[in-house]
Every structure is written in C-alpha cells, then in structure tokens.
C-alpha cells in the first residue's frame, strides 16, 4: 500500500510526468481491491509457471531457478504472476535483460501493486531482473562471468553458460507461454537515450504477427516508435529476445527508456502506464490506452560502431533527442593520451537515439544510434 499511495502522490504532485488518469483511475480501482467482488470464473484454470503454481484471481511471486552447472553455482529469476480470474492472453514482460537497465527492473516493483488480478482477464507475467548475475555484478551489457550479451544469446542452451542457460529458461518459461511479449531495458549504464520509444520488427514474424506486434507498440503510447528491420531464417538465428518471439510467432515489442543508471520518474512512469496501455489494448484491464494524437515513426537505425580502444569525448553541443543532419559532429576519440584518433560525425539525418555518455571506448562498441525517419 506504501507503494501505491507514493505512486499516486506522484500522479497529483507531478503533472509534467504524463501520467494520465486513467492511470489514476486504475491505482485508485486497486486501492479498493481489498473490498472487491470475488469473480473467479469457473473456465479458467491454474497457471503454472515452473514450480509455481497460481490461481485465477491470484498473485504469486517467486522464482524460476538456473541449475548450477560445473562452471557456476547457478542463478534464479525473480518473477511475479497476475492470473486473472476471466479467460484473456498471456502477456509476458522482461526487465532486466540487461543489468544495469534500472528504469525498467523499477517500474516493474511498481507494477503489481497496481493491478487487481481479481478483476484481470488474462495472465501478466512479469520477469522483474532477468540478468541477476548481471544486475548484482554491476555489469554493461554483459554477464561477469561468460562475458556473454544476454540479448544476442537466444533461444539459448540448456547445457551452456549461464548466460545461455538464463536464455534458454527465458524462451521456456516467459517466450513461448505468451501471446504477447514486451522487453524492456534501457539506455545502459554508459549510454544517453532520449526520447524514450516503443519499438517492433516491421519485417519479421510473417504479416499478421507484425500487424499485432505494431498494435501493442503503438498501445504502449510513447510518442516514439522505432519499426526495426531484418528478419529470422531460424530461431537459431533471432538471437535478440524479441526477435526470438516474433520468429516463434508471438508479436512482441520492445521498450527503451532510461539512460545512464539514472533513477528517475521521467524514465520509470512511462513504462508503467504504458504496460497498462497494452493490458487496456489487449482487453485485460478495463478502459482505453491512453496515445498521442501523432507518434513518431522511426524506420530503423543507423549505428557507428567504434574502430579504436580509447576515450570517447561526446560533443557538448548535441544531446539525444536531437535532430541531427548529416555530417553534423557528435564527439571525438582520443587514444589513451588524449590524442585524437577519429571525429565522429552523423552519418545519415535523423533522430539521435543513443549516445555514448561516458568516457570508455572499446573497438567495435555501438558509440551511436541514429533513427531515421520513416517516410511518409
Ligand atoms: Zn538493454
């Protein structure tokens, strides 16, 4: 309750941060759950998710474990399930597929307070720190131990590192469940990101696992969505959590908001209305998704990817959110010495998504994303 009423002391005290009312409606629905009807209807059966067990109209928090294998000792991922009391999808959500993502693994603490899985259709299963060996080392994109991107290693490996092993439980347990899934991270604990975007593959999946992959991105209600590229011969080859459920058949979307291991409202209250969007979208909870009149579409990124080990000097006059036009300077590589070794300038005219917002620079990092524009 402490969480709810903090959450709804945001909503009044801070209008700039785009909570809506629906929103306020729905905290204000769950404060009053304790006194709400039992309907627990009679078609609808246990959900179980690993040992976990849970019945309509229940909450159950637990975890789904990673065996210790000859090299590590294991790992667990913690996970909340909302199992509605009325028949409606499987909605999975990730935080934390990258450690030091804080923004999302927050908004996901948040969100079960807020929900009535009494009055849900459906079943929302949050994942609130997929990567914990990523979240406890402090990590940047990889684990501390296999040194391996948890969001290059799907389907992932029964029998591999626990990257793979954490990958392969994901697929298991969250992916192949759901009807809907939606990943969530941030700019890392190195990189700037503004505006905050939905996104979906625009390509991958077949036609009508897109159309429903757009559906929940542009529900979602962010003022940006990004339309990726590329598509998957295989699952072997959808290496990415998103692209591994659309290539199994189950729209999916992802999430960016947050930057720089910054614990904000401005990052975190975005997420969180806008999972409440979908679960609107979806028929899960009652109302309407809340959405901007004109979302921007973003058709794709272009990406510089660093040639040198060495220190990244950003330049002070550009900022993420920015539009840039081509060739416009965006910082500078130094080698170790501080003498220069390249500028880096803007290869193609659009949104600057993400910008490298610290120092360390290694040969072959994405130092910058560019959204280009889609065309009208
Ligand atoms: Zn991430």
Same mark, same amino acid.
């Given at each position: 309750?402490?969480?709810?009423?903090?959450?709804?002391?945001?909503?009044?005290?801070?209008?700039?941060?785009?909570?809506?009312?629906?929103?306020?409606?729905?905290?204000?629905?769950?404060?009053?759950?304790?006194?709400?009807?039992?309907?627990?209807?009679?078609?609808?059966?246990?959900?179980?998710?690993?040992?976990?067990?849970?019945?309509?109209?229940?909450?159950?928090?637990?975890?789904?474990?990673?065996?210790?294998?000859?090299?590590?000792?294991?790992?667990?991922?913690?996970?909340?399930?909302?199992?509605?009391?009325?028949?409606?999808?499987?909605?999975?959500?990730?935080?934390?597929?990258?450690?030091?993502?804080?923004?999302?693994?927050?908004?996901?603490?948040?969100?079960?307070?807020?929900?009535?899985?009494?009055?849900?259709?459906?079943?929302?299963?949050?994942?609130?720190?997929?990567?914990? /060996? !990523?979240?406890?080392?402090?990590?940047?994109?990889? =684990?501390?131990? #296999?040194? @391996?991107?948890? &969001?290059?290693?799907?389907? *992932?490996?029964?029998?591999?590192?626990?990257?793979?092993?954490?990958?392969?439980?994901?697929?298991?347990?969250?992916?192949?469940?759901?009807?809907?899934?939606?990943?969530?991270?941030?700019?890392?604990?190195?990189?700037?990101?503004?505006?905050?975007?939905?996104?979906?593959?625009?390509?991958?999946?077949?036609?009508?696992?897109?159309?429903?992959?757009?559906?929940?991105?542009?529900?979602?209600?962010?003022?940006?969505?990004?339309?990726?590229?590329?598509?998957?011969?295989?699952?072997?080859?959808?290496?990415?959590?998103?692209?591994?459920?659309?290539?199994?058949?189950? /729209? !999916?979307?992802?999430?960016?908001?947050?930057?720089? =291991?910054?614990? #904000?409202? @401005?990052?975190? &209250?975005?997420?969180?209305? *806008?999972?409440?969007?979908?679960?609107?979208?979806?028929?899960?909870?009652?109302?309407?998704?809340?959405?901007?009149?004109?979302?921007?579409?973003?058709?794709?990124?272009?990406?510089?990817?660093?040639?040198?080990?060495?220190?990244?000097?950003?330049d002070?006059l550009v900022?993420?959110?920015?539009?840039v036009?081509?060739g416009t300077k965006l910082g500078v590589?130094?080698?170790?010495?501080?003498?220069?070794?390249?500028t880096i300038t803007a290869?193609?005219?659009?949104?600057?998504?993400?910008?490298?917002?610290?120092?360390?620079?290694?040969?072959?990092?994405?130092?910058?994303?560019?959204?280009?524009?889609?065309?009208?």
């Amino acid at each position: 309750m402490i969480l709810n009423r903090d959450f709804l002391k945001d909503v009044f005290n801070a209008q700039h941060s785009g909570l809506s009312s629906a929103v306020l409606a729905l905290v204000l629905l769950t404060n009053n759950a304790a006194v709400a009807q039992r309907d627990v209807g009679s078609e609808v059966s246990p959900y179980r998710l690993a040992q976990l067990i849970v019945e309509p109209g229940e909450m159950v928090q637990g975890e789904i474990p990673i065996s210790p294998s000859a090299d590590d000792s294991g790992t667990f991922i913690p996970v909340t399930v909302l199992h509605g009391s009325k028949p409606g999808p499987v909605l999975s959500l990730i935080a934390g597929i990258h450690g030091s993502e804080y923004s999302p693994i927050l908004s996901m603490q948040q969100l079960p307070a807020l929900l009535d899985p009494t009055q849900m259709s459906g079943t929302l299963i949050v994942v609130h720190i997929a990567n914990m /060996p !990523a979240f406890t080392g402090r990590t940047v994109y990889f =684990g501390p131990t #296999d040194l @391996k991107n948890l &969001n290059r290693s799907f389907p *992932g490996d029964s029998s591999g590192t626990i990257t793979e092993r954490i990958a392969y439980a994901l697929t298991s347990h969250v992916i192949k469940p759901a009807d809907y899934l939606i990943d969530i991270h941030s700019g890392d604990a190195n990189e700037s990101l503004r505006p905050s975007y939905s996104a979906y593959y625009a390509e991958a999946g077949g036609d009508d696992v897109v159309q429903q992959s757009k559906r929940i991105a542009v529900a979602f209600g962010l003022e940006t969505v990004v339309q990726f590229a590329g598509s998957y011969d295989s699952i072997d080859d959808a290496i990415y959590t998103s692209a591994q459920a659309v290539t199994l058949g189950i /729209p !999916a979307m992802d999430v960016e908001s947050g930057e720089l =291991g910054i614990i #904000d409202d @401005k990052y975190i &209250n975005p997420i969180t209305k *806008g999972v409440l969007n979908v679960m609107r979208e979806l028929g899960m909870v009652q109302g309407q998704p809340d959405l901007p009149e004109n979302p921007l579409f973003i058709a794709d990124r272009a990406r510089i990817y660093s040639e040198y080990d060495g220190i990244w000097y950003a330049d002070p006059l550009v900022n993420t959110g920015d539009y840039v036009t081509q060739g416009t300077k965006l910082g500078v590589i130094t080698d170790y010495l501080g003498r220069e070794l390249e500028t880096i300038t803007a290869p193609v005219s659009g949104v600057l998504l993400i910008l490298f917002g610290t120092p360390p620079v290694n040969e072959g990092d994405a130092i910058v994303v560019i959204g280009k524009l889609a065309e009208l």
